[in-house]
């Protein structure tokens, strides 16, 4: 079957402009993860949704940054106002279950320029 | 505080010899603790779950070991192709699923 998508794959913007990254989970995967991966940070941890609410937002690192789910599907993580250190790898994974294991897309390269 | 260090952080290996990588874990209650591999430009490729101490997997030349405060990659006899970069993760019993990343080992295999 069809694995996690992800678009675009690659993002240039300016700063201070808003980005939209979309997310397809593997279907009839009710847990869905955002991560980030940048040099010298790893992977970082930013949201998680069971289906379409997101009981833990603790790893988004600011007020510029959110993401909703609908449907028990697709999801999408919204940056506003962008800054250089935005700059980084965006990953989604899904998961059939929280605690089972994650399958994750093949990411989403943003660059602030 | 959760953490998770891997070591070392890159490793050469000459095709067919054998070694290990290393994830040493801190958490507030094991749920589960995974392998990943990482392809340059990919998403990290799910490889193993281990739960308790002395559980052990195999996949193909690949074993993953887990300890109470450690896990082990065995790669035995690799090939170039195993080149890649392996990420280890843990999950705690008391968050809601989120996976703790190490910072990674970069596996080169030369032929």
């Known amino acids: 079957g069809a694995g996690v998508s992800q678009s675009p794959s690659n993002k240039v913007t300016e700063k201070g402009k808003d980005v939209e990254l979309r997310c397809d989970p593997i279907?009839?995967?009710?847990?869905l993860y955002w991560y980030r991966q940048s040099l010298g940070q790893g992977l970082e941890f930013l949201i998680y949704?069971?289906?379409?609410?997101?009981?833990?937002k603790s790893g988004l690192p600011s007020d510029r940054f959110s993401a909703e789910r609908t449907g028990g599907s697709v999801s999408t993580l919204t940056i506003q106002r962008t800054q250089q250190e935005d700059s980084a790898v965006y990953l989604c994974?899904?998961?059939?279950?929280?605690?089972?294991?994650?399958?994750f897309g093949p990411g989403t390269r943003l660059t602030v320029t | 505080e959760d953490q998770v260090t891997q070591s070392p952080e890159a490793l050469r290996l000459q095709e067919g010899e054998s070694s290990s990588l290393n994830c040493s874990y801190t958490?507030?209650?094991?749920?589960?603790l995974f392998w990943y591999r990482q392809d340059p430009g990919k998403g990290p490729e799910f490889l193993f779950t281990?739960?308790?101490a002395g559980e052990e997997k195999e996949k193909e030349r690949l074993k993953a070991t887990l300890t109470k405060k450690e896990s082990f990659l065995h790669i035995t006899a690799p090939k170039p192709e195993d080149s890649a970069t392996y990420l280890c993760?843990?999950?705690?019993?008391?968050?809601?699923?989120?996976?703790?990343f190490g910072q990674g080992t970069t596996l080169q295999v030369k032929p």
């Open positions: 994974a899904s998961s059939f279950e929280p605690y089972y294991e994650q399958y």
């Open positions: 279907s009839g995967h009710t847990a």
């Open positions: 949704f069971q289906g379409n609410s997101a009981p833990d």
């Open positions: 958490v507030s209650g094991l749920r589960g």
């Open positions: 281990l739960y308790s």
């Open positions: 993760a843990v999950q705690a019993m008391s968050n809601t699923g989120k996976l703790i």
